[in-house]
């Protein structure tokens, strides 16, 4: 079955570092991916869509210069936060879905949990 | 307004019994698909089931059935014979319009609690 890649899964980092998180599509192109993220005990939110070789759309309220979002290739969308600070901790999560029929679900990473002290 | 609801923070169900867990949606759209998906403490989103507008039956998947109830906006989720294993927080989840390519918008979730 198509699968989701994420890396890393858990990242511990000072404040004011810049954090690159990497989703790839392991046996399917995708040109469109999905980023989440998610509170403790909370619903996933989406943060924006990333489409291969265009810049991403961004949910309102979401800081375009913030989290950086590139889509360079059908099988890669990188994340990065950047400057993270203790604010921006948090799990997020990638998704991707293979081309098809309309009923195919998306595929999800196993997510990144952010630690910023 | 939200777009998905689910009213129920937890449940508790013992073993070997069934469970229904509550999804009502609100969109205007005559396309759109309906998802089901289980995240263990562990973090990952495990897709379980789907079920698109059109479909007439509701969809069934082992012991995950979707009760699809069109007029009242509701996509409830039967879990039969439950397992400690079905312990989770389970998302219920839209994707509005015909294409396939927009992202999907969650509930709240529930916590599922399987005891022995």
């Known amino acids: 079955g198509a699968v989701v890649s994420q890396h890393p899964s858990r990242v511990i980092c000072k404040s004011g570092t810049s954090v690159k998180i990497e989703c790839r599509s392991l046996?399917?192109?995708?040109?469109?991916m999905f980023w989440y993220r998610q509170f403790p005990k909370q619903s996933l939110m989406l943060m924006a869509t990333?489409?291969?070789?265009?810049?991403?759309?961004?949910e309102q309220g979401v800081e375009k210069d913030k989290f950086l979002i590139n889509h360079a290739s059908l099988t890669l969308s990188t994340l990065t936060v950047t400057s993270a600070h203790p604010e921006d901790s948090s799990f997020y999560i990638c998704?991707?879905?293979?081309?098809?029929?309309?009923?195919?679900?998306?595929?999800f990473g196993d997510g990144t949990r952010l630690s910023i002290l | 307004a939200q777009k998905i609801t689910q009213t129920q923070p937890g449940m508790f169900v013992q073993e070997k019994e069934a469970v229904t867990l509550d999804c009502t949606y609100d969109?205007?759209?005559?396309?759109?698909?309906l998802f089901w998906y289980k995240q263990p403490s562990s973090g990952e989103m495990i897709f379980l089931i789907y079920?698109?507008?059109?479909?007439?039956q509701n969809a069934t998947e082992g012991r995950y059935s979707l009760n699809f109830q069109k007029a009242r906006k509701s996509a409830n989720l039967v879990i039969s014979a439950s397992q400690l294993g079905d312990s989770a927080m389970y998302f219920c989840a839209m994707r509005e319009g015909p294409q396939a390519g927009t992202a999907l918008i969650f509930g709240k979730g529930t916590t599922l609690s399987v005891s022995s």
């Open positions: 079920q698109g507008s059109y479909d007439e």
């Open positions: 969109t205007s759209d005559q396309s759109y698909g």
């Open positions: 990333s489409n291969e070789g265009s810049k991403a759309t961004y």
């Open positions: 998704s991707a879905r293979d081309r098809g029929g309309v009923n195919q679900p998306q595929h």
């Open positions: 046996d399917f192109q995708a040109t469109t």
